[in-house]
């Protein structure tokens, strides 16, 4: 990919860190409005032919080369990450595109209720902005990433439309609704930030469903493909193998760009009018409370104590159903099939508030089966009976996948770990999080439930898992907005309250975690966000 020259000692308008989902929307719409836009991100581009997905020996490499957590995949790109205080691993890529690199493409905007939730149901905050606020910039989001869908969706208020036709719901779809359509139960098929036919900078689908290890026809909406060759287009610099360690700020306090580690191990200084934090829940918190001065002696915009915070991660529960019908299985595209949303607002009686998203899943290959079965004694999937067992199954069973809302807890935290480091002597964060009895319950209802749904379709053994450890994709609210400084990080344009030209436009801003998938809300954030910052280029202090 052709680059603009990189010239460090001029001064850019935006510095944007990470060139993720959030990245490549802020980065496109800047450039586009005519600002100098500098991107460090601090792993590479993937070239489709890099991928495993459409080779022999995918599931082999999905377990270490494609794994989505970074300790196990220990590229040269990732940081280690301590997660020995918590129940989940976080999941996430480093590299141009960022976590939409292995995403799934499950695209779903939050429901209204989920803007409200202390209004509702007396638990968490309010969010500062209301669904229909933000619908607009959903619309522009789903247009920008190719979103095949079907509109009108009962659960939600307005009949929204995508710029492509649903998916193929499959076989596995077509089952599982039969199954909720005997119970009474909400169903819907699922969006996708994938096409089935050519569009714009995406390819056509061939439904290999290994979307979840890359894909190698450009057929996903990662923004590597639908972004940031437009950005650079249009003048964006991306400077790549750039590890940032340090937003260096002056004697105001005000952000000056940031201190960066080159792959030649050379340390360099980009300096920026703007600095945009877009390096997800993690590595954002992670940098911010690595920028102490004597300014923020706690951390750059930390002043609300908050940064690092609120930690959330979306545990995940799956039930998986073996028929005895062939269902091709193995078919993509990897992500849900249907949704349903039939247990997702608070009901009291229940003993839990919220709820969680459903999705119905392929259960791809028989490694990947393997870790559908944890509830089953290990004589029964391993050995001679690991055979038999792929021979009953493979091609004949799928996932309810339960996506629980998770509550804000003000002890589940990124924190900088005391003795780990990344390869270039940067300290590694740690994860502090412990899943609530809120969640358990909740978990443990929806599981019944999905249990349920399998035997009205017909399945004839369901496995359950209450908890998958490798499920932490949605990564939020390490910086909440919100509209007192004394209790939020940043206002409701995603603005620091303490660093007025400093922004954060990840999964950190979010005050509740809904039980959505975010990447849809994260980029209509962003798209909101940069309108107003480009709306207001003339009031906005800088360092100069």
Known sequence: MTQHQHDESEVADVLIVGAGASGG?????????????????????????????????????????????PNKRARASDYPIDTSDSDVNPLMFNGVGGSTILYAAHWVR??????????????????????????????????????SGLAGDPAYPDEHHYPNPPMPLNKIGMTAAKGL??????????????????????QACVRRGTCLTGCPEGAKASVDVTHWTDAIQQGTTLVTGARVREITTNA????????????????????????????????????????????????????????????????YAAATGVYDEPLESWLGPSGHAIQSFEFYETDTSRGFVRGGKWQVMPSGGPLGLRAGYSDSPLEETWGENFHRRVRK????????????????DVENRVAIDGEMTDSDGIPSPKIIYRSSDNTTKLMAFNLERAKEAHEAAGATEVHLTPLMRDCGWHIMGTARMGLDPKDSVIDEWHQ???????????????????????????TALTLRAMEHLIANRSSQETPV
């Open 110 to 147: 939050m429901l209204p209720s989920d803007f409200q939730v202390f209004s509702d149901d007396g638990v968490a905050d309010d969010w500062p902005i209301s669904y229909e606020d933000l619908a607009p910039y959903y619309r522009k989001a789903e247009i920008a990433m190719g979103v």
């Open 181 to 202: 359509d005997k119970l009474g139960w909400h169903w819907w098929t699922g969006p996708q930030a994938i096409s089935a036919r050519p569009y714009r900078h995406m």
């Open 393 to 408: 199954t493979v091609g004949r069973s799928f996932e309810w996948g339960i996506t629980a809302e998770d509550l804000p």
């Open 25 to 69: 929307f802020a980065a496109v719409e800047l450039s586009k409005a005519g600002f100098k836009v500098v991107c460090l991100e601090q792993g590479d581009w993937t070239l489709r032919s890099e991928f495993a997905g459409d080779k022999p020996e995918w599931e082999l490499k999905a377990q270490k080369d494609w794994h989505p957590n």
């Open 252 to 315: 105001k306090g005000l952000a000056t760009g940031a201190i960066y580690i080159d792959r030649t191990g050379v340390e360099r200084h980009q300096k920026a009018d703007v600095v945009i934090m877009a390096a997800n829940g993690i590595g954002t918190a992670r940098l911010l409370l690595l920028s102490k001065s004597e300014a923020h002696p706690d951390g750059l915009g930390n002043s609300s104590g908050l940064v690092g915070r609120r930690l959330m991660m979306h545990p």
């Open 496 to 522: 620091s309250h303490d660093v007025p030209n400093l922004y954060v436009i990840d999964g950190s801003a979010f005050v509740t975690s809904a039980s959505a998938n975010p990447t849809a809300t994260i």
